[in-house]
Every structure is written in C-alpha cells, then in structure tokens.
C-alpha cells in the first residue's frame, strides 16, 4: 500500500489526480467529504425514496474515494459510510440499537461491494505503475541512443571537415610545388633553347623546330600557371578574395565566352582563410555549371557584408535546373559531387546554401557568418591574368 496511490482514468493519470496525490491531507479530506456529501443527500431524499437511497449514494463516494484518494482514504470512507448507515440512516439519529437481518445483509452487500471497488482501484493503480515504470525505463534507453547518435553525428562532421582541410592543404601545397620547382625549370629551359635558336638560325630546319619546340614549351608553362592557379590561386592567400574573384572572372569570360557582372564593393575587405577559400570554391563550382549545363550567356556575381555576414549571389539567365531534379534535391537529399561539397563546405563554417531555379534561369545565394576579420593587407595588382583560368 502505497503513500502515494497511482490514479488512472483511461490508462493515464490526470491532472486532479496528480494533484490529489501529492498531498496525504487533502486525500483524506476529499474522501471524508464525499461520504458526508453522500450522506447529506441520502438524509435530504429519504422522505421520498426512503432509507435505501443511502446505498445507492455511498457506493459511488467510496469508489471515488478508492479511484483518486488511494486505499488508505479508501478504507477511511468504508468506515465513515458503514458508520453513518447504522447510526444515522437506518436507525434513528442516537438510538444506538442493533441493525436488522435485512439492513444486516444491505451493511454486508455494501461491505463487499466497496471491498471490490477497492481491490479494483489498487489493481489498476500497480498496473499503472509499473507501466510507468517500463515507460520511465524506455525513455532512458531511447535518452542514451540520441546521446550515441549526436556523438557519432559530431565525430562524421569532424571528419568531414578534416578531410576537406586536408584536400585544401593538398591542393595548396601541389600549386606551390609546380609553380616554384616546374615553372622555374621550364623557364630555364626555355632561355637555353632561345640561345641555341640564335646561334643556329641560319640553319633554316633547325630554326623551325627550335621555334616550335619554344611554342610548346610556352604553351606547357601557360598549362602549368593554370592548373597551379586553379588548384589553389596564390592571390587568394597574398591579396585576398577580391583579387582573386577579379582575376578569375577575367580569365572565365575571356575563355568561355560568357559576360560575367562581378558586383563587388572597393571596400569589402579581408576574411579568414577558410571563409574566403569557401567563398571562391563556391562561385567557381556555380561558373563551371552555367557554362557546362545552364546554356547562358550571361552570369551576375553579387557579395556584400552586413550584419556580420557575408551574402554571395550567382545567378544566370540559362536553362534552369529540369523540375525532375529539383525534386530530387528536395525529397532525396542527395544532390550531385558539386553541390555537396559546396553545401558541406559551408556547412562548416556555419552557413548555408539555396538554390531557385525556373525555366528562365537559376540564383544560389549563400549566407556565411563572419566570425573573425584579420587585418586588410595592401592588394596586389595582376597586369596580365591567365586566359586560361576557366
């Protein structure tokens, strides 16, 4: 017998009921009152249906004393009723005589009805609580799941921005390996085959294959600058991403052939280094879709800061992305190599990326938080930008 009874109406417990149970006093006190309510009525109707109707009024008081109060209270209300029937509604107020045979079997009739109330409440009641103890058990299992599931979720995230430091690092070192150590020996190169060209010009054949061996070897050092550059440009580390943006964007229009509107402010300045290498990776990814899928002639890269963010917009006025493979952005989460490296690049720093698309064309936007902005460095001009940065 518990001190706190579980009451249950339809398997969970209410409101009432949760309050009933927290206080020992006010249990007893609904329980005595209900009896004496059931009493009162049984005394005001006995002129019209006589002393029978106290049966009929204390059975439910008892059961409610059983259903919300517990079973203590419960047999608190038994007595009061088996009390107040002999000495009350029965039998004259203060003649204390003993009841008859017939009101003898209607004291035993109640007796075993309330006894049955009673083992029915308190059945119910440990039925409820060993449902909520099963429930209380579940839901700290299902608790220690999540807590495994985020931590691996946080591990997959660690990695992958590993990885892409990683890839990042790789690509920089490779640049700066081609250009210092390849570039340098090509240039020599081609100094030697120039002095050779001079002193044996007068031999015609030889002099043709000197030049075009130096046309080849001219060629070789453009192809060399332009992986090196796309791999990682060096004016995005030197002079930040204003440059760098200027210089590619020359480079993709004269290649490709596609009027590129760069909107960039004189004063946007410098951001972190992994902020402004997401930023380039991403509308360097967006150019090589419109020129490779959108068909358009035409593409309008916007960035602006404010509120401690930076907002990049490409737009182009080609295709579109078919309505099928919206869907499939959408629903099936599993956008193509490009978009999710995009999205996972920014992802990592905290931003986001959107993607609206319709028969006369397509607009990313992205939203990336500035966290920390180093000091503006002096830009560095480029006299002569690769052609082939595209």
């Avoid at 909107?263 to 150019?287: M, N």
């Avoid at 064309?361 to 930008?385: C, F, K, W």
Wanted: aromatic share 4%.
């Amino acid at each position: 017998m518990g001190s706190e009874p579980g009451v249950v109406i339809m398997g969970t417990k209410s409101s009432f009921s949760a309050r009933v149970s927290g206080s020992a006093s006010l249990r007893y006190g609904l329980a005595t009152a209900a009896v004496l309510i059931a009493l009162l009525l049984s005394t005001a109707v006995n002129p019209l249906v006589g002393d029978r109707a106290v049966y009929f009024l204390l059975l439910p008081a008892v059961a409610f004393a059983a259903w919300y109060c517990g079973i203590g209270p419960c047999v608190l209300a038994v007595a009061l009723g088996l009390a107040g029937m002999m000495y009350g509604a029965l039998t004259t107020l203060h003649a204390f005589r003993a009841p008859t045979v017939p009101e003898s079997v209607l004291l035993l009739a109640f007796l075993c009805s309330s006894i049955m109330v009673a083992a029915m409440a308190e059945t119910r009641r440990r039925h409820n609580d060993t449902l909520v103890k099963a429930q209380g058990e579940l839901e700290s299992r299902v608790q220690e799941r999540t807590a495994d599931l985020d931590c691996a979720n946080q591990n997959l995230r660690k990695l992958s921005a590993r990885l892409l430091q990683l890839q990042d690092d790789e690509r920089r070192r490779i640049a700066r390996e081609l250009h210092d150590s390849v570039g340098q020996m090509l240039a020599a190169l081609n100094m030697n085959l120039s002095a050779v060209r001079a002193d044996i010009e007068r031999l015609s054949k030889t002099a043709n294959a000197l030049a075009d061996s130096e046309n080849l070897v001219h060629e070789m050092t453009s192809e060399v600058r332009t992986i090196s550059h796309l791999l990682h440009p060096p004016l995005l580390d030197e002079a930040g991403l204003s440059s760098a943006l200027r210089w590619y964007v020359d480079g993709f229009s004269l290649r490709s052939k596609i009027k590129v509107d760069l909107d960039l402010p004189d004063d946007f300045g410098r951001l972190s280094r992994e902020s402004e290498t997401a930023i380039f990776r991403v509308i360097q990814e967006c150019l090589t879709n419109i020129h490779r899928h959108a068909g358009s002639p035409i593409a309008k890269i916007r960035l602006r800061q404010r509120d401690h963010q930076v907002f990049v917009e490409v737009a182009d006025k080609g295709k579109g992305i078919p309505l099928e493979k919206q869907q499939e952005l959408t629903a099936n989460g599993t956008p193509g190599v490009g978009i999710r490296g995009m999205r996972e690049r920014l992802r990592q720093l905290g931003g986001t990326l959107e993607i609206e698309s319709n028969g006369t064309g397509t607009v990313v936007v992205v939203r990336l938080p500035v966290n920390a902005i180093p000091s503006q460095s002096n830009p560095v001009e480029v006299a002569d930008p690769s052609p082939a940065a595209a």
